[in-house]
């Protein structure tokens, strides 16, 4: 599935702009990186800053994928609260994915300024709010896990809530001050500017055909050449194509997003003055940010290319409305979606696919901050042959049930939750 650029704010808005050209030839190099998102511009990056050759294959442009359409929140952890962590992968793994994604925020923003990224970067938090009393109280025992865990987190009421955001639609909030915004496809375009400048090669239009392993090498054909390597990582997501040794299964999940016109300075002054980055509690979530220029941008889980998309761009301005009421009458202008890959655990996987090579996917929506911290380790374990930079244990494989089945349930649900608030109220 894909979405229109046209209709992309990212992609109107990026100041950062590549070069790569089309693959021509054959190669030789220490790592071969099959998708140009977060995860395989990080490990193009860091692998390259290590004094490995790096070739970097993407199969359209840098940040074609999710990393185009991201929400843009860089955030620290997961959706799961760090007792769900340990509760899935085991005290001692759990405690280790923890403490390296409550890092991941410092290292987006390290490389953000290290590289001079021009990613509309503004590391002022987020909030996650809550849209009931039982969004509340979810707050509260996150609150918890996350304050024992060491995090600097905030609960904040409804009162205060209502100051830092400019709107009275939510019963409290939690303030994460180790987080922020991005502009997100000039972030995913300033890590692979950045792995060139080390030397790692980049090709955009360049889908492998065809990977293979002869015992010795790994061998990646496109039509225009071949890759020879001695490490792989395999770094598609949610945007992986019929390819083998592996396809990562996960259930694929839509989410769209809108933006208005830039806002007057009258309403800039009470609209999340402070610029964080937003979303809640709700089931079908709903997120929104501002942008550099004073856009809005707003979204919710569903898709803009089918038969009742029309029900989720109501609601939207409806939505919008609802939480801010001042903004009545201000059009919604650009609109585009992207696919998450979500797993039954809401843990990103590495897999092993074969000598020398891995695999990851699954950041059910969480790409910014887990996926530059799965590249970096995954290129440091094959570079120096040690998996103690892995975030998470290596699995062999992944086993998703039904995903096509719950892919419609996913979408189902959002379609008739946004309808039927669509008809009575928001």
């Not at 990186?33 to 970097?56: D, E, K, N, P, R």
């Not at 990224?117 to 979810?138: M, P, W, Y």
């Not at 979500?342 to 897999?351: A, R, V």
């Amino acid at each position: 599935m894909t979405s229109d650029t046209a209709q992309n704010l990212w992609h109107q808005t990026c100041a950062e702009q590549i070069v790569a050209p089309v693959l021509s030839g054959d190669m030789t190099a220490d790592l071969v990186v099959i998708g140009g998102g977060y995860t395989g511009c990080s490990a193009a990056l860091h692998a390259a800053q290590m004094g490995a050759s790096v070739c970097l294959l993407e199969a359209e442009e840098v940040g074609y994928g999710g990393s185009g359409r991201n929400v843009g929140l860089a955030n620290a952890g997961l959706w799961l609260p760090p007792a769900d962590i340990r509760k899935h992968l085991g005290d001692g793994p759990g405690d280790r994915l923890v403490n390296l994604l409550a890092d991941a925020p410092t290292l987006v923003f390290d490389l953000i300024a290290r590289h001079g990224i021009a990613c509309e970067a503004v590391q002022n938090g987020t909030l996650h709010c809550a849209h009931s009393v039982r969004g509340f109280k979810d707050l509260q025992v996150r609150r918890t896990q996350l304050k024992t865990a060491g995090a600097p987190v905030v609960l904040m009421d409804a009162d205060e809530t209502a100051t830092r955001t400019g709107s009275a639609a939510f019963h409290g909030a939690l303030f994460d001050p180790r987080a922020g915004t991005i502009q997100p496809l000039g972030y995913v375009r300033g890590l692979a500017r950045a792995a060139m400048q080390a030397q790692a090669q980049v090709h955009q239009h360049s889908p492998a055909q065809h990977i293979g392993h002869d015992g010795d090498v790994w061998h990646v054909e496109t039509s225009g050449g071949t890759v020879r390597a001695r490490a792989l990582i395999q770094a598609t997501n949610a945007y992986h194509r019929d390819l083998a040794p592996t396809a990562p299964e996960y259930v694929p999940v839509h989410y769209f997003q809108f933006a208005t016109d830039p806002l007057p300075d009258a309403m800039l002054a009470s609209i999340l003055p402070g610029g964080e980055g937003c979303w809640d509690t709700g089931l079908i979530m709903t997120s929104f940010r501002m942008d550099q220029s004073g856009r809005l941008v707003i979204g919710a889980m569903g898709g803009l290319e089918h038969f009742a998309s029309d029900i989720h761009r109501a609601w939207i301005r409806r939505k919008l409305v609802a939480l801010y009421p001042e903004l009545d009458g201000v059009h919604l202008t650009q609109g585009w979606h992207g696919r998450i890959a979500m797993t039954s655990d809401h843990i990103p996987k590495i897999l092993s696919i074969g000598p020398n090579a891995f695999a990851a996917h699954g950041f059910s929506g969480r790409g910014i901050g887990p996926g530059t911290v799965f590249g970096k380790g995954m290129a440091e374990a094959l570079l120096t042959g040690n998996d103690i930079s892995l975030p998470v244990p290596v699995v062999e494989a992944h086993r998703e049930r039904m995903t096509g089945a719950r892919q419609v349930y996913f979408e189902v649900g959002a379609t008739l939750t946004h309808l039927i608030k669509a008809r009575g109220g928001p």
